[in-house]
């Protein structure tokens, strides 16, 4: 229970004993033991010179109801949990993407604790968000509350992990703050699944947040690859990426994995198509920003500059073209664009509207860049879109990260993400069908 305050503040005979984060000690010439634990603020925290957030309890059983998880009794790996670095962000949705991908990559979840927005009443105010860790959705067990009844009180919900950002929006800027950078717990390991993913219906590849397409309609006849940017500038030595300074590293992993995904869809009968980013040799397609853009890096090479594969990013140009292991073959339609997205300044969607394509299956790199943008373009005009989380890349895992966690907001903001084994594995099935289906029709044509 709660001591009555003093009317004074705190004797000078009691002291501090240093503990890890969250609880301290106070300890008085009586013997008496004083936990300080995270409760509604007094005044008393003012006198004792500690946080506002502190309350003094007398019972050192009560410290029961407050114990600490087994998460926190490893303040030792709390180091490990790096917060994400402050900066600004276009809009709000792109900076929750971001933080809660950086956490999921550092060991603990990012949450939303509390938001505000601005009102008829109060125009002025400022548009904030306030973030939290979690602690993997453990909590503690106040009040008597089981972690049941917890969850369904919203009030109830209190994060006794110090970890603590800010998140502040003005018209296209979110700005990211950093208010309390430590944890009080070691990195949270991910519990497996108790009820697995049910089953992917027929006509459909298992994925997130929905099993795709969402109308069951994966057919050669109305499914496509899109394979995207796998060129030698990208993924190269001596290529346009290099000479941006990124590591091309990633994209060379990609590379057997594309192999396996291209020969699937080949041999099942599905479309596919491919991307190339490039420009005219006059470079006449290329903007005054963008061509400094391209060379505002250490090497001060871009589009145009002369590099081992020719001049960088230009069409007709040894390093424009697509590597030799994911080289097109007949019949395989190229994209020539002139920028990040596929559709723009293209008749990439004249060919697949004549086809009957409407779900597009996205690989390639780099998934912030060019798969993004075409997998935005594409979901803008009604295509159902998945990207491969294993089958794109990009030169930080950070990116590709967060990239991957924005298209499965909202329910799908931008369509779905599956794993490259499982869409093989639906592509391999629809073959089986369908082989099974014309068994009998090519046994009579045999005879």
Same mark, same amino acid.
């Given at each position: 229970?709660?001591?009555?305050?003093?009317?004074?503040?705190?004797?000078?005979?009691?002291?501090?004993? $240093?503990?890890?984060?969250?609880?301290?000690?106070?300890?008085?010439?009586? *013997?008496?033991?004083?936990?300080? !634990?995270?409760?509604?603020?007094? #005044?008393?925290?003012?006198?004792?010179?500690?946080?506002?957030?502190?309350?003094?309890?007398?019972?050192?059983?009560?410290?029961?109801?407050?114990?600490?998880?087994?998460? &926190?009794?490893?303040?030792?790996? =709390?180091?490990?949990?790096?917060? $994400?670095?402050?900066?600004?962000?276009?809009?709000?949705?792109?900076?929750?993407?971001?933080?809660?991908?950086?956490?999921?990559?550092?060991?603990?979840?990012? %949450?939303?604790?509390?938001?505000?927005?601005?009102?008829?009443?109060?125009?002025?105010?400022?548009?904030?968000? #306030?973030?939290?860790?979690?602690? *993997?959705? &453990?909590?503690?067990?106040?009040?008597?509350?089981?972690?049941?009844?917890?969850?369904?009180?919203?009030?109830?919900?209190?994060?006794?992990?110090?970890?603590?950002?800010?998140?502040?929006?003005?018209?296209?800027? #979110?700005?990211?703050? %950093?208010?309390?950078?430590?944890?009080?717990?070691?990195?949270?390991?991910?519990?497996?699944?108790?009820?697995?993913?049910?089953?992917?219906?027929?006509?459909?590849?298992?994925?997130?947040?929905?099993? #795709?397409?969402?109308?069951?309609?994966?057919?050669?006849?109305?499914?496509?690859? /899109?394979?995207?940017?796998? &060129?030698?500038?990208?993924?190269?030595?001596?290529?346009?990426?290099?000479?941006?300074?990124?590591?091309?590293?990633?994209?060379?992993?990609?590379?057997?994995?594309?192999?396996?995904?291209?020969?699937?869809?080949?041999?099942?009968?599905?479309?596919?198509?491919?991307?190339?980013?490039?420009?005219?040799?006059?470079?006449?397609?290329? !903007?005054?920003?963008? =061509?400094?853009?391209?060379?505002?890096?250490?090497?001060?090479?871009?589009?145009?500059?002369?590099?081992?594969?020719?001049?960088?990013?230009?069409?007709? @140009? $040894?390093?424009? +073209?697509?590597?030799? @292991?994911?080289?097109?073959?007949?019949?395989?339609?190229?994209?020539?664009?002139?920028?990040?997205?596929?559709?723009?300044?293209?008749?990439?969607?004249?060919?697949?509207?004549?086809?009957?394509?409407?779900?597009? %299956?996205?690989?390639?790199?780099?998934? +912030?860049?060019?798969?993004?943008?075409?997998?935005?373009?594409?979901?803008?005009?009604?295509?159902?879109?998945?990207?491969?989380?294993?089958?794109?890349?990009?030169?930080?895992?950070?990116?590709?990260?967060?990239?991957?966690?924005?298209?499965?907001?909202?329910?799908?903001?931008? *369509?779905?993400?599956?794993?490259?084994?499982?869409?093989?594995?639906? /592509?391999?099935?629809?073959?089986? %069908?369908?082989?099974?289906?014309?068994?009998?029709?090519?046994?009579?044509?045999?005879?």
């Amino acid at each position: 229970m709660v001591l009555p305050l003093p009317p004074a503040p705190i004797p000078s005979r009691c002291s501090l004993s $240093p503990q890890p984060l969250q609880y301290a000690h106070a300890h008085c010439s009586s *013997g008496a033991l004083l936990s300080i !634990s995270l409760l509604p603020r007094t #005044w008393f925290h003012f006198a004792l010179g500690v946080s506002p957030d502190l309350d003094i309890m007398a019972d050192s059983s009560d410290l029961n109801l407050d114990a600490p998880s087994d998460l &926190q009794d490893l303040p030792d790996l =709390s180091m490990e949990l790096i917060p $994400p670095q402050e900066g600004t962000y276009p809009d709000r949705a792109s900076l929750l993407a971001a933080v809660q991908a950086h956490g999921k990559a550092h060991g603990y979840n990012i %949450v939303v604790k509390s938001s505000s927005t601005p009102t008829e009443k109060k125009p002025g105010r400022v548009a904030k968000v #306030w973030l939290r860790c979690d602690r *993997g959705g &453990q909590y503690r067990p106040r009040n008597g509350l089981t972690e049941e009844t917890r969850k369904r009180r919203r009030t109830s919900r209190l994060m006794d992990c110090p970890f603590m950002l800010v998140a502040a929006g003005h018209p296209g800027i #979110w700005t990211l703050t %950093v208010l309390n950078p430590s944890h009080n717990h070691g990195p949270i390991v991910e519990k497996p699944r108790q009820n697995p993913h049910p089953k992917a219906k027929k006509g459909q590849v298992t994925a997130t947040p929905y099993d #795709w397409p969402h109308d069951a309609s994966f057919t050669p006849f109305t499914t496509a690859l /899109v394979l995207i940017d796998m &060129q030698r500038d990208f993924c190269s030595p001596g290529g346009y990426m290099a000479y941006q300074g990124y590591d091309i590293t990633p994209a060379q992993l990609l590379i057997p994995k594309l192999q396996r995904l291209l020969d699937a869809f080949r041999s099942a009968g599905f479309p596919v198509y491919h991307t190339r980013e490039g420009h005219r040799s006059d470079l006449s397609s290329v !903007s005054n920003r963008e =061509s400094f853009r391209s060379k505002n890096n250490p090497s001060g090479m871009g589009i145009g500059s002369d590099g081992p594969l020719g001049r960088l990013l230009i069409r007709g @140009e $040894p390093g424009h +073209d697509i590597i030799p @292991e994911l080289y097109p073959t007949m019949g395989e339609p190229i994209i020539d664009k002139p920028g990040k997205g596929a559709f723009t300044y293209t008749d990439f969607e004249l060919l697949l509207r004549n086809k009957g394509i409407k779900n597009l %299956v996205l690989a390639g790199v780099t998934t +912030d860049g060019c798969v993004s943008t075409t997998m935005r373009e594409a979901n803008d005009r009604g295509f159902d879109c998945i990207l491969l989380e294993d089958g794109t890349s990009a030169a930080d895992p950070s990116l590709h990260m967060s990239t991957v966690e924005s298209v499965k907001m909202e329910g799908g903001v931008f *369509g779905a993400t599956a794993k490259l084994d499982d869409m093989i594995q639906a /592509v391999e099935n629809f073959k089986a %069908v369908t082989v099974k289906k014309l068994a009998p029709q090519m046994s009579n044509v045999a005879t």
